[in-house]
């Protein structure tokens, strides 16, 4: 289905989405009662937004501790554990109990290291490392530290990214966002950098900003500062593509200049190309390019263009979605019309939840096109801010702040963590609900490509490969009853056709198959089968 397709539908959607009974109703262009189940995957905690994961699919939480979001001194980290897979955590424990500054609003995880933040002055980045248990509490290894002047800043660093550098091993690349000091006027002052890590650098606002880290085992030590983009007004969406490395950003729109809740432009997805990370910053034209909120009408003509403005559904008067804060993209097991795009969460009205907050919407968007649709209205009674997104390789985790809409506290330890989770089977690459030799066929056929939202990337890694044969195998064997036919083994022409594919680069890292292996050799397909 084209994506023009997909958003049209989701007009229609947009009165009315399918809930099957769940705690939030996902809407969109062809879901149906089975393709995911929703579940209030955690409550009761106090303001929670970023999240990561952990090896063993435990996912980790940054709370605030204390009964206001904005008073808080100090946050925790916590753990939580869905053992049986029934998208309820039952296990809660916490990892950090004193992490500094607290307001805390993002977290991220790559190889053992683990980066957390909050808004604002005193709110250092704090960085740890992950224990050889998941129930282990984590290693403290140092802090950047903000200098922020006199006056406020209106907005401050909340969001990280966080990766293992694609150039040197043992490297770490942070990024972070400083926005502008104003709402809508050019930032001239700047924040000092330092800390425990042996950097010091001078920040400039409405940018981008990139650490890299060094970690020589004992210790991490920041080893160098450099902007990768600027012109952004408070670029708080941070996130990869999985297979190209471009970034894609998702910034704040221009509030508005008589009522701050009629925005003068509308927030933004942009996309720095990977090739563009390192030397003159892009610029992204803030504050004297943007798009006029509800007219369309393109105002300047600096810098980069967006690759999505979000204006109301349908224009100009639909729906409003306000406030973007994280972004991420679709988890690998995401099938149809939620497949390979990236979803973004809005805030919406500061301290509106519920019904008084029409702008708290969570969107879908198609990195290519730019075209968007709300799969989470802002109609929902129950949801105040879905600020806090996490992918894993089936689940969506979206964290709600405060149901009740404001961070004081009256809805302090409101918090939730909703689940998204694809109900695909293991191995059903042709989404039929059964695992059959149709989806070998669906395998075969698409068997050395890589790419967002391939129906037989079964591994999640965002290529069609080996391992994709293994889960599909493994499903027919274990839902296997009886027959006498053996699964169809890679041809010679194919399996040469992969490897060359994979060695230049092109698709995920494979194993190579020789004279021992007997993965091909294992399966029977049911009676009446045939591959």
């Not at 952990?54 to 996912?59: A, I, P, Q, T, Y």
């Not at 007997?518 to 049911?526: D, G």
Request: proline letters at 6%; glycine letters at 14%; hydrophobic letters at 35%.
């Amino acid at each position: 289905m084209k994506f023009c397709t997909r958003v049209a539908w989701s007009l229609i959607w947009l009165a009315g989405g399918v809930a099957w009974g769940q705690p939030v109703t996902l809407r969109g262009p062809g879901l149906e009662s089975g393709q995911y189940e929703v579940t209030t995957f955690a409550d009761g905690l106090n303001f929670p937004v970023g999240m990561t994961s952990l090896d063993d699919g435990s996912v980790l939480a940054a709370v605030s501790n204390g009964s206001s979001f904005f008073g808080s001194s100090s946050g925790s980290i916590v753990r939580l554990v869905d053992a049986d897979r029934d998208g309820v955590a039952e296990l809660r424990e916490t990892l950090v109990a004193d992490v500094p500054g607290g307001r805390l609003s993002s977290l991220k995880r790559a190889g053992d290291l683990v980066a957390v933040t909050g808004q604002g002055q005193n709110v250092p980045i704090s960085f740890y490392r992950i224990s050889d248990s998941p129930s282990e509490l984590l290693s403290p290894l140092g802090q950047l530290q903000f200098t922020y002047p006199s006056g406020g800043w209106l907005h401050p660093h909340s969001s990280l990214l966080l990766r293992e550098s694609p150039q040197t091993d043992g490297d770490y690349e942070l990024y972070f966002q400083l926005g502008s000091d104003a709402n809508f006027q050019a930032t001239r002052r700047t924040v000092g950098l330092g800390g425990t890590l042996g950097l010091t650098a001078t920040l400039v606002g409405e940018a981008i900003h990139r650490v890299t880290l060094q970690d020589i085992g004992s210790g991490l030590v920041a080893t160098s500062h450099d902007v990768v983009a600027t012109g952004l007004r408070n670029p708080t969406g941070l996130a990869f593509h999985p297979l190209t490395g471009d970034l894609y950003v998702g910034d704040n729109g221009i509030d508005g200049l008589v009522d701050p809740n009629e925005p003068t432009s509308p927030d933004e997805i942009n996309v720095l190309p990977a090739t563009d990370l390192g030397g003159t910053p892009e610029s992204y034209g803030f504050p004297s390019t943007y798009q006029e909120y509800r007219s369309g009408v393109d105002v300047g003509s600096s810098g980069l263009a967006p690759l999505t403005n979000f204006q109301p559904l349908p224009s100009p008067d639909g729906a409003e979605a306000e406030g973007i804060n994280e972004i991420a993209f679709s988890p690998p097991l995401f099938g149809g019309s939620l497949a390979g795009g990236i979803f973004a969460g809005f805030h919406g009205i500061y301290s509106g939840g519920g019904l008084s907050n029409e702008e708290n919407a969570v969107a879908f968007v198609d990195p290519e096109t730019g075209a968007y649709f709300h799969v989470i209205g802002n109609d929902e009674p129950a949801i105040g801010h879905l600020d806090g997104l996490h992918s894993t390789r089936d689940t969506l985790f979206l964290a709600d702040i405060s149901p009740g809409g404001n961070l004081s506290p009256t809805n302090a330890n409101s918090g939730k963590i909703y689940a998204i989770r694809s109900l695909i089977r293991p191995g059903d690459y042709n989404r039929d609900g059964l695992i059959d030799a149709a989806d070998y066929t669906v395998w075969r056929d698409t068997q050395g490509e890589s790419g967002l939202g391939l129906a037989a990337d079964g591994d999640g890694d965002f290529a069609v490969g080996l391992g994709d044969y293994d889960v599909w195998r493994d499903a027919y064997n274990a839902a296997l009853v009886a027959g006498a036919n053996r699964a169809p083994a890679p041809g010679a022409v194919t399996l040469l056709l992969i490897g060359a594919v994979f060695a230049i680069g092109l698709c995920a890292r494979v194993r190579s198959k020789n004279s021992s292996d007997t993965r091909f050799r294992e399966f029977t397909p049911p009676l009446g089968g045939s591959a």
